[in-house]
C-alpha cells in the first residue's frame, strides 16, 4: 500500500479539499439534470456552485447549444437529445480545468453530435478533458488515447 496525499492546485496555489470541485465538470448520458426546472432556472441554479467560461450570461449558454426556443419549457418535456445538449452546456461551458466526459455524444443526432465538436474546439484548448468512450467519433480531438485493453491481463 503507498501513502501520500493529493494536492489540487490552480497557477501553482493549493486547493483545499472543499474547493476542488469548483474546478471539475462532469457530464454522462446517466447523469440527471433537474427535470422540474425550465432551462434558464437550471442554468440559474447550476450558476449559484460554478459560473459559466468568458463571463457567459445563461442567454449565451442556452444560445451556444441551440435551445432558445425551449429555454421556458421543463426539462420533463426534452427529448433526450436536448437533454444531452443541456449536460454537454453544464459541462464544458462552466470555468472549470478539468471536464469528464463519458459517452458525450449519447443520444445526440449529427447536428449535436456538429455542437460537441465545435463546443470542443471553441472551448476546450486550455483545458484538461478526459473522454470515456469506445466510439473515436467521441474523442478523434485527442492528443493521447489510453485504452483499457492495453493494461488487462
Known sequence: MSEGSLVF???SVPLANEEVYKQISFCAPYF???E???LVEFFQFHNQFKSFIN???IQQVIDE???NYAKHKQIRFYSSGMKQRVKLAQAILS???I???DEPCSNLDAAGIELYHSLINKYCKERLVIVCSNDEVEYIFTNERISVLDYKK
Open 9 to 11: 492546485t490552480v497557477d
Open 32 to 34: 440527471d439534470v433537474i
Open 36 to 38: 422540474e426546472m425550465t
Open 55 to 57: 463571463n457567459f450570461s
Open 65 to 67: 447549444v441551440g435551445l
Open 95 to 97: 470555468d472549470v480545468s
Open 99 to 101: 471536464i469528464l466526459l
